[in-house]
């Protein structure tokens, strides 16, 4: 059974540029420890190297896009694209983990600055 949390208890909020950038940032560093672990490893954890390399230039162009004060909503656009690809290609396993990396760096960044 799964419990319904009211909609207010999440509202949602828009982070400032700073926090956004603190956000942003540690998520890449993240991201890159756990690419780099997962590369030097073989067999399944090639995927999750694939997974999180996929996400790197992404976080990399957004940082860039938050320093720039560029607008973010079309991000979302990017994010439907990227989400009809993942229901073409849900057979390729290196694909699949491509395309669910960069969906989880759109879906977060949309979501922590209210354009979701």
């Not at 509202?11 to 998520?27: D, G, H, M, P, Y």
């Amino acid at each position: 059974m799964y419990a319904f949390i009211a909609e207010e208890a999440y509202a949602q909020q828009t982070a400032s540029t700073k926090q956004l950038l603190v956000f942003l940032r540690k998520r890449r560093d993240g991201a890159s420890r756990i690419h780099t672990q997962a590369d030097r490893k073989s067999g399944p954890a090639r995927l999750t190297a694939k997974h999180f390399s996929a996400k790197l230039p992404l976080y990399d162009r957004i940082i860039k896009m938050v320093e720039k004060d560029e607008d973010l909503k079309k991000l979302k656009k990017e994010y439907i694209s990227v989400l009809n690809q993942l229901r073409k290609n849900v057979r390729q396993p290196k694909k699949f983990q491509e395309l669910t990396g960069k969906l989880e760096v759109l879906g977060e960044i949309l979501i922590e600055t209210g354009n979701m």
